[in-house]
């Protein structure tokens, strides 16, 4: 099973760009997904969730109102659609799942917790001024 993104590249300050994940050989009936990124010289953090059988989406405070996660559940695709990009967001953006074995745990208002098992290989974004 594995997570395939999209979508990556270069933008200017101030643009928009969307990322697209797709699921290979598994559904995300049953999971929670959410983004994460890893800026250069940095280590990686979530950055967006959600779970339908929580009924929860969070975001982090340096894209919250920017960004905005979105799943399409019939074809196994989420999205990152990512507004008014600042410098500071360029990182490689991964995509990721993991099976909602516990309730409000991975994906909370507290934020993403816990070991997310399904992971994409990542797609870099760069912001330029």
């Known amino acids: 099973v594995q997570l395939v993104e999209s979508g990556g590249g270069l933008v200017q300050t101030g643009e928009s760009l969307t990322l697209s994940c797709a699921a290979s050989?598994?559904?995300?009936?049953?999971?929670?997904v959410g983004w994460f990124r890893q800026p250069p010289g940095k280590k990686y953090t979530g950055i967006t969730c959600?779970?339908?059988?929580?009924?929860?989406?969070w975001y982090s405070d340096s894209v919250k109102g920017r960004f905005t996660i979105s799943t399409d559940y019939a074809n196994s695709t989420m999205y990152l659609q990512m507004n008014s990009l600042e410098l500071e967001d360029t990182a490689v953006y991964y995509c990721?799942?993991?099976?909602?074995?516990?309730?409000?745990?991975?994906?909370?208002?507290?934020?993403?917790?816990?070991?997310?098992?399904?992971w994409g290989r990542g797609t870099r974004v760069t912001v330029s001024s």
């Open positions: 990721a799942a993991v099976k909602a074995l516990l309730k409000n745990f991975y994906c909370s208002s507290s934020g993403i917790r816990g070991t997310w098992d399904v």
């Open positions: 050989e598994f559904t995300f009936d049953d999971y929670i």
């Open positions: 959600t779970s339908r059988s929580d009924g929860n989406t």
